[in-house]
């Protein structure tokens, strides 16, 4: 009999745990997840990112996305829209259920404590009074980070990519910056066009006739104009340089160097020097008066196979 009231007591026990695990795993899946971060992208006016060592701020002015390094007090330079608008659209859209800790000792080995993190981020928004601010620490999986917000100690494992929170100015810059529209003006190393009644020509007295072909490369060239990333200075040396006047009569002057190794351009409007690719130099660098000189086909096909040959030899 008192085998049998043990057997009896062991088995009211069982029922009782497994009665208190189902109904916890039915609160956990049923409990409904809440988004971390609450704001509305269209109102941030800047996102502070800052690590151990470096520190950069991305501010919304006049319209466009700025970037600038806090530490060294870089330039500000053009931030790409898209990127900082997909950082934003990700943190707005991210939901958590439980979090994975609470301790401060968890703080420490997630790296998501006030002093020992990866990523320090505050994101200002103008109707609010204080920033959303949180860090982001170790990974926890492919695309995934932990995070804990500033005044909270929960922290969570979230889809947050620490590498599109880089501290790196390249990854933020809009590398189209320097790009340009419509033209009706171009003053090169020596020549100079101009657009009347929608058609291009020299602008001097001459007897030769323009390539448009070329002239059509030429322009295609500045309107997906491209930079590779940014240069701490430019190589000394003379530079190439084109003149281009805008629709709206705004005059914008591209200065292009090369040290033999890397190639640099500059544009007025900036004190930044930037970095172009080889192919990108090379396709401005060639134009000029002569390349510029439309060749009746017979004597282009002349002037191909003497290029050829003297190649060859």
């Given amino acids: 009999m008192k085998k049998m009231r043990m057997a009896l007591s062991a088995l009211f026990f069982l029922q009782c ?8 795993q039915s609160f956990e ?23 151990q ?3 950069l701020e991305i501010s919304h002015v006049e319209g466009q996305w700025v970037v600038w390094d806090v530490v ?20 707005q859209e991210i939901e958590a259920t439980w979090p994975v800790a609470k301790t401060m000792a968890s703080q420490k080995r997630f790296e998501v404590a006030q002093d020992a993190f990866q990523k320090h981020v505050k994101i200002y928004v103008t109707s ?4 959303i601010e949180f860090f982001v620490g170790t990974s926890p999986g492919l695309r995934k980070s932990h995070v804990r917000l500033v005044q909270s100690k929960e922290i969570y494992a979230l889809p947050v990519n620490v590498h599109e929170l880089s501290l790196a100015l390249d990854d933020w810059l809009d590398k189209k910056a320097l790009s340009l529209g419509e033209v009706h003006k171009i003053n090169g190393p020596d020549f100079s066009l101009s657009k009347e009644n929608e058609v291009w ?21 500045f309107r997906s104009f491209c930079v590779q990333g940014l240069a701490q200075e430019l190589p000394k040396g003379e530079p190439i ?6 629709a709206f009569d705004q005059v914008w002057t591209y200065r292009f160097y090369s040290d033999g190794e890397k190639n640099f351009v500059l544009r007025d409007d900036r004190d930044t020097p930037f970095l172009l690719r080889s192919f990108d130099y090379e396709k401005f660098a060639k134009f000029s008066f002569s390349h510029l000189v439309h060749i009746p086909q017979f004597l282009d096909m002349v002037q191909q196979y003497d290029d050829g040959a003297n190649n060859d030899g």
């Fill in 17 to 24: 745990l497994l009665s208190v695990l189902f109904l916890w």
């Fill in 29 to 51: 899946v049923n409990k409904a997840p809440v988004k971390i971060f609450s704001f509305d992208k269209n109102n941030v006016e800047r996102i502070e990112i800052r690590g």
């Fill in 53 to 55: 060592s470096a520190a």
């Fill in 72 to 91: 060294s007090q870089f330039d500000a330079i053009p931030a790409s829209t898209s990127r900082v608008v997909n950082l934003l659209s990700a943190l």
């Fill in 128 to 131: 609010q009074d204080e920033p």
């Fill in 201 to 221: 020509g020299f602008s001097s007295k001459t007897d030769q006739k323009l390539d448009l072909e070329r002239l059509e490369e030429f322009l295609s060239g």
């Fill in 241 to 246: 340089v084109f003149e281009l006047v805008d």
